[in-house]
């Protein structure tokens, strides 16, 4: 047991860092932890606020004196019969390490980063940064970098003199010994097989750690310096001809429709960019000078319902929704929160008496509705619905990965789930009955989510989960890692 001596210097030290963090905002998520090597590390900074200190105890079930000890310029500590030990990373961030030694530390055992920023109870806290939609590569040097059949290929000229070089990047959770470049005769060059999207990086030489000097794309490392940033491209714009065209650009719902756009290279025949897309169906134009033109290769091409026609392209695997019956309707059209609830642009097709239209979106949750000959209706054959009254909604779950199961509920008359997964909606999204069980299947990001059933209007925390958090009202969350 401590004496008040020592009770008094925990306080000292705890004040302190409440009042430095109380003075500092971080501008990036900051991460938290990882697995490496069978070792859980935790990275903490002496900057955060009394929040982000409790937040994080509470996340990944620390004693609380590790944050004082952490920062006690000793290299190893030990509490509660766990070793722990110190690296010092700068002035503000220390990592502490352990091994994982039994069955609870299964949480990790997945080797993810978890990004926690300031605010409390998790808010704003994510896995890392929101999946971008789209994504070019700048590199200085075009022969530093190229993908092509799943294959990426790296350059790093010079560096003759140096005994080793290695890539260390998201693609391989920053190891820094797995990814070792060969020396050529004008630098060290790799190939790694990778799949189209976004990744960070850096090269690793005689153990120095240094961005990639031909790519000007790069976020910031958390640590004082910064990550370069490649793209896997999936996508090619190409246009035939036009060379008297002094620039050719495209835009479209993948950025918004800006009309800055993104500018295509001159090559021989014609133009073209090479270009990630997240998986989704884009609609999307090419524009030279004030002309705004639709791509002449492409036959998809559809009316906005405004009037406006625009090319389509689909990246990933499509979804097919169908619509039994209405034979006589004129026109059926595909609306939801996938496409901000346009009333004309997803125009389906009639076979027989079935309604049918194919798109491809990012795994999610959504909801929609058809419009049948100006009339809204949800979709009869999903029972899986959101909102009450006049304002029911079909919801549609695109590359479930959990499913709600409530028991001993057989006698209720309602049972809807809500949570982080859709910022609490009220009253949710309406489970099914199936063998006496309420069930859904959703969709939930990577890591952590907080969710409450609501049984006939009441909120309950989830009786088969005994994983839960107090929160602001003093009720409690149920909480459950994907």
């Known amino acids: 047991m401590m004496n008040m001596k020592t009770v008094f210097s925990y306080i000292i030290i705890i004040s302190l860092l409440f009042v430095t963090g109380a003075c500092y905002r971080a501008k990036n998520p900051v991460p938290v932890c990882r ?6 590390i935790f990275r903490l900074d002496n900057r955060w606020t009394r929040h982000k200190i409790q937040e994080t105890a509470l996340l990944f079930d620390l004693d609380t004196s590790i944050f004082i000890k952490a920062f006690g310029n000793e290299k190893k500590f030990v509490v509660n019969n766990t070793t722990w030990k110190v690296k010092i990373i700068n002035s503000h961030f220390v990592e502490l390490s352990r091994p994982i030694v039994n069955l609870s530390d299964s949480l990790f055992a997945n080797g993810f980063a978890y990004m926690l920023n300031e605010d409390l109870f998790g808010k704003k806290t994510s896995m890392s940064k929101p999946p971008e939609k789209y994504g070019i590569n700048i590199f200085l040097r075009d022969n530093t970098f190229k993908y092509k059949n799943g294959e990426a290929f790296f350059w790093l000229p010079g560096h003759k003199e140096a005994r080793s070089v290695c890539m260390s990047g998201s693609f391989n959770n920053w ?29 690793i030489i005689d153990g120095n750690w240094t961005p990639d000097p031909a790519n000007t794309l790069k976020e910031d490392d958390l640590v004082g310096s910064f990550n370069s940033v490649f793209y896997c491209v999936n996508h090619l714009f190409k246009i035939d001809g036009r060379r008297d065209a002094s620039e050719i650009r495209v835009t479209g719902t993948f950025m918004n429709w800006d009309p800055a756009g993104l500018k295509l290279r001159r090559t021989p025949a014609g133009w073209e960019l090479p270009v990630y897309l997240r998986e989704g169906t884009y609609a999307y134009k090419f524009i030279s000078g004030t002309e705004w033109f639709t791509d002449p290769k492409n036959p998809d091409v559809r009316d906005d319902g405004n ?10 695997n499509l979804h097919t929704f169908k619509l039994v019956g209405y034979a006589g309707a004129s026109s059926v059209i595909l609306s939801g929160t996938f496409n901000n609830w346009n009333q004309s642009e997803l125009k389906m097709k009639k076979t027989d008496d079935v309604w049918t239209i194919s798109c491809s979106f990012p795994p999610g949750n959504y909801e929609y509705k058809f419009i049948v000959d100006g009339k809204w209706i949800t979709d009869p054959s999903n029972e ?13 779950s695109l590359n479930p990965n959990h499913t709600f199961v409530l028991e001993d509920n057989q006698d209720a008359k309602e049972v809807m789930v809500t949570g982080s997964f859709n910022g609490w909606g009220n009253p949710g999204y309406r489970m099914s009955k199936r063998d ?47």
């Open 35 to 40: 697995v490496e090597k069978n070792n859980i």
């Open 384 to 396: 899986n619905t959101t909102g009450s009254g006049e304002n029911i909604n079909s919801v549609i």
């Open 307 to 316: 009037g406006n026609m625009n090319s389509y392209l689909t990246i990933g």
């Open 436 to 482: 006496g069980k309420w069930v859904i299947q959703l969709y939930l990001s990577p890591g952590k989510t907080r969710y409450k059933f609501i049984i006939n209007g009441v909120w309950k925390l989830d009786p088969g989960n005994d994983q839960w958090e107090d929160n602001e009202y003093g009720t409690g969350n149920s909480v459950l890692w994907i």
């Open 175 to 203: 190891n820094t010994s797995g990814e070792a470049m060969v020396p050529c005769d004008s630098g060290w060059t790799i190939s790694i097989r990778l799949q189209p999207g976004r990744y960070a990086y850096k090269y």
